[in-house]
T-cell receptor, first 114, second 110 residues
Framework: DTEVTQTPKHLVMGMTNKKSLKCEQH?????MYWYKQKAKKPPELMFV???????INESVPSRFSPECPNSSLLNLHLHALQPEDSALYLC?????????????FGPGTRLTVL | KQEVTQIPAALSVPEGENLVLNCSFTDSAIYNLQWFRQDPGKGLTSLLLIQSSQREQTSGRLNASLDKSSGRSTLYIAASQPGDSATYLCEDFGNEKLTFGTGTRLTIIP
């Protein structure tokens, strides 16, 4: 099973809402990633978790709050977002940070902030 | 800071042609290189991975090469098909370093 799943597929939220994105993998990978992708642009790295600990935070605003409750699950909690945060949010995983091992991506969550 | 440029940004070719996509790095200290394709509004699908000690990888009609001395990688697609139409992205990654290229949008004309 080389699958990364993401829910929901689509999300529309107001600027005062609180919502969460979910990512799951059962490949035994210990590195998990959140990326943000705007239209016609490459993915931008937001967060990296290694062994359930936050390893990289690319200066992301605090209205985005990641959480890694266990080795298979990665959440992204959203609060007080802005319309410019509308984008495709991609989750990815890799067996570990060290070494040249393949990265697998989920299908993404299309987020629209009104 | 590593910057990765993909040339051309967009490419249209007739079905059946062979083609080459390019990736150029400002920092030739490339760790590992992965090529992906992305269909509109979808996630990324891994195509080929070239680890730091390797120079080339092949899968079916695809061949990727990495020349660290010149800071370049190429993705060769043989006998292109309409199903190859997508955006192609390269990614340089190390232990905690990940940089995506700017992408090439490929259209194969039937």
């Amino acid at each position: 099973d080389t699958e990364v799943t993401q829910t929901p597929k689509h999300l529309v939220m107001g600027m005062t809402n609180k919502k969460s994105l979910k990512c799951e993998q059962h490949m035994g990978h210990r590195a998990m990633y959140w990326y943000k992708q705007k239209a016609k642009k490459p993915p931008e790295l937001m967060f990296v978790y290694s062994y359930e600990k936050l390893s990289i935070n690319e200066s992301v605003p605090s209205r985005f709050s990641p959480e890694c409750p266990n080795s298979s699950l990665l959440n992204l909690h959203l609060h007080a977002l802005q319309p410019e945060d509308s984008a495709l949010y991609l989750c990815a995983s890799r067996s570990g940070l060290a070494g040249g091992n393949e990265q697998f991506f989920g299908p993404g969550t299309r987020l629209t902030v009104l | 800071k590593q910057e990765v440029t993909q040339i051309p940004a967009a490419l249209s070719v007739p079905e059946g042609e062979n083609l080459v996509l390019n990736c150029s790095f400002t920092d030739s200290a490339i760790y590992n290189l992965q090529w992906f394709r992305q269909d509109p509004g979808k996630g990324l699908t891994s195509l080929l991975l070239i680890q730091s000690s390797q120079r080339e990888q092949t899968s079916g009609r695809l061949n990727a090469s990495l020349d660290k001395s010149s800071g370049r990688s190429t993705l060769y697609i043989a006998a292109s098909q309409p199903g190859d139409s997508a955006t192609y992205l390269c990614e340089d990654f190390g232990n905690e370093k990940l940089t995506f290229g700017t992408g090439t949008r490929l259209t194969i004309i039937p």
